[in-house]
């Protein structure tokens, strides 16, 4: 059965940074690239980060470009955003998934809550 646990989130000041990480399990998780998402109050899910099944590339949201970054350690089932200079909109619960397209909608994790607050 696919699992997807998201963990790292936090409460953090403007400016500040965290590391989130997913742990996957369930599939061969090596094969597929991998995504983060995020959803503010209010909004629809949105893609911020994606990483290729070998980590060779990356791309990112426009407004995270250059504050985040999207790494993956496939010997540990695991893909991570280290997130710098966070701003009040990067509030949101992040989640992660393989895709996209998202590869497993009907197992989303329960997000990890990332609040940027002074």
């Known amino acids: 059965q696919v699992q997807l646990v998201e963990s790292g989130g936090g409460l953090v000041q403007p400016g500040g940074s965290l590391r989130l990480s997913c742990a996957a399990s369930g599939f061969t998780f090596s094969s597929y690239p991998m995504t983060w998402y995020r959803q503010a109050p209010g909004k629809e899910r949105e893609l911020v980060a994606t990483?290729?099944?070998?980590?060779?590339?990356?791309t990112y949201a426009d407004s995270v470009k250059g504050r985040f970054t999207i790494s993956r350690d496939n010997a540990k089932n695991t893909v991570y955003l280290q997130m710098n200079n966070l701003k009040p909109e990067d509030t949101a619960v992040y989640y992660c998934?393989?895709?996209?397209?998202?590869?497993?909608?009907?197992?989303w994790g329960q997000g990890t809550q990332v609040t940027v607050s002074s």
């Open positions: 998934n393989a895709g996209p397209p998202v590869l497993w909608p009907a197992n």
């Open positions: 990483i290729t099944s070998a980590g060779g590339s990356t």
